[in-house]
């Protein structure tokens, strides 16, 4: 079992940035990938990142790319998601995922283990 807390959330103006942590705690971490999810109510889990077990290589959705950027310290159990430029379609409850095996990334029910969420809002 891996449980997994993201914080960092919170309101922020266009433009500007946050930085989401997700801390995960039992099995070892460094045998995970690790993703990030956004949903907006109404809509399905959207894929936002994702990152390989040593953090060697990285993949973003096209509607983040070039302003977010994850990253994982494997010494500290933690994934980050630092996020600039944001704009008002950022705003999401925004969700990090881990997984074990080869998986099609942008596919949440691919992923084993999920967090519960931070709220990120992004006003206008």
């Known amino acids: 079992q891996v449980q997994l807390v993201e914080s960092g959330g919170g309101l922020v103006q266009a433009g500007g940035s946050l930085r989401l942590s997700c801390a995960a705690s039992g099995r070892a971490f460094s045998g995970y990938a690790m993703g990030w999810f956004r949903q907006v109510p109404g809509k399905e889990r959207e894929f936002v990142a994702h990152?390989?077990?040593?953090?060697?290589?990285?993949y973003y959705a096209d509607s983040v790319k070039g302003r977010f950027t994850i990253s994982r310290d494997n010494a500290k159990n933690t994934v980050y998601l630092q996020m600039s430029s944001l704009k008002p379609e950022d705003t999401a409850v925004y969700y990090c995922?881990?997984?074990?095996?080869?998986?099609?990334?942008?596919?949440?029910?691919?992923?084993?283990?999920w967090g519960q969420g931070t709220q990120v809002t992004v006003s206008s």
């Open positions: 990152i390989r077990r040593s953090g060697g290589s990285t």
């Open positions: 995922a881990a997984v074990s095996g080869v998986v099609v990334i942008e596919r949440p029910n691919e992923y084993d283990y």
